[in-house]
């Protein structure tokens, strides 16, 4: 026989007893599996976690931007160059200039309820609106640098720049998503080393009730590979039925809250993300389970082949 096809034939034969090693210990298999799941679902939820948190980030950040305001006796002229300026800056997507006209014609319509405060405009002489104009950055790090750009410029006809609150907004919401994926990273990481001692204890439970076999194959002078591949293979098949088990979980449940997160944060289609990423998350959460099982079983191989 042909090198070759020796080791495929091999190779067959390890696969063939680590199946059925898996079957064999339904109860121990069914133990694991619902531990890796556990592990899998948390890593899962994490990677949705992600999305919704980086949707919700990027959809503040386009709402929040810079306003230069400029003195009433400000020449349209000056705030206009000034304007140019700024779109020259590094990072700066759009610069808006809101004349007093305009600024005083959004108030209105933002307040049209409200006639009370309507005629209290109305009995006003001038107009008591500034001009201004609205900075867009293209990340939050470059707003700091617009501020700058401003103060040390030292225009006279800018009476007040609305950095400062803004910042603190982001810096809040970094914050606080930064503190929720530590929290998360540090459940799935307890979990999955959870995982890795139950499956690892099941395939020296495994090992022991074959221990008579193993010797056996000792004596007719077989390989570590012929002796370990098996119970590699069951290791990972845990892990692949974990995955598997996960996905069927995941699908109808992201199906059924997706409707009802949309309904809190508009533009977020989790379900939409998980059709368009299916296979992608699948293989993710194989190669995850995959990994627990082979590392909990080779560890446990490792410590009873010495």
Known sequence: MS?????????????????????????????TILVMLLAIFVI???????????????????????????????????????????????GVLLVEYISRDQALANFKERHKDDQALLESLQELEQNPLQASLNVKAGTAGQYGQVADFLEQ????????????????????????????????????LILALLSVLVAFNTVRLTIYNWREEISVKRLVGATDWNIRGPFLVEGML????????????????????????????????????????????????????VVLGGVSSYIAIRRYLR
Do not use: C, H
Request: net charge positive.
């Open 153 to 188: 410029a030292d225009f006279p006809s800018i009476e007040k720049i609305n950095y400062q609150q803004n910042r603190q907004i982001i810096e809040r919401l970094t914050s606080i998503t930064d503190t929720a994926e530590r929290a998360g990273l540090a459940i799935s």
């Open 3 to 31: 090198k070759p096809k020796k080791f495929f034939v091999q190779l067959k034969r390890i696969a063939q007893s680590g199946w059925r090693s898996f079957w064999r210990n339904s109860w121990l298999s069914a133990a």
């Open 44 to 90: 899962t939820g994490l990677v949705f976690f992600n999305v919704i948190t980086q949707e919700v980030v990027s959809e503040l950040r386009q709402k929040v931007d810079i306003s230069v305001y400029f003195k009433q006796t400000a020449d349209e002229t000056d705030i206009l160059q000034i304007k140019q300026q700024l779109e020259t800056q590094p």
């Open 238 to 289: 845990y892990g692949v039925a974990a995955a598997v088990s996960t996905m069927i979980i995941v699908f109808p449940l992201i199906a059924f809250f997706s409707p009802k997160l949309a309904g809190f944060l508009p533009g977020n289609d989790l379900f939409a993300f998980l059709r368009a990423n299916f296979f992608s998350l699948l293989f993710f959460q194989i190669l995850v389970g």
